[in-house]
């Protein structure tokens, strides 16, 4: 199953192990979920995680990036054929819609609104919710 996550949930799958964003990431470790990312993806991943109001150790930030280039699937997505509320977050779908996965993960629901896409967008609770449901 491929999906892509915004950066938020990354930055909480580390601060909230025990989380359901902890539990994407224990999920993406193993294998079985696999995440689409570009590079303006993996350049707002490092960018965000090296803030100081983080702490985060460049060893943590380096191994996690390294983990999504390695086991994860690269893509080249497509200009969309409009704006979001937030132009900083138009990589994420783009990458979504090319990769044609399962679902985009967020925080912020609020900033993909569903106009002429077909792409689920869930919080990181929903994806949980619904992976379970699909695994019993």
Known sequence: ???VLDTNVV???ILKPFSSAGAILRLTAAGIIRLAYDTRILLEYTEVLSRL???FS?????????QFQEEGLA???????????DP????FLEVAL???AYALITGNKRHFPQRSHKMRILSP???????SSKRR
Do not use: C, K, T, Y
Request: no cysteine; hydrophobic share 45%.
């Open 11 to 13: 930055v909480s799958e």
């Open 53 to 55: 109001e983080f702490s």
């Open 1 to 3: 199953m491929i999906v």
């Open 98 to 100: 090319a990769a044609q």
């Open 125 to 131: 609770a929903e994806f949980i919710s619904e992976f």
């Open 75 to 85: 893509v080249v997505g497509s200009p969309l054929p409009f704006r979001l509320p």
């Open 58 to 66: 460049e060893n943590l930030v380096h191994d996690l990036i390294n």
């Open 88 to 91: 900083h977050d138009e990589p």
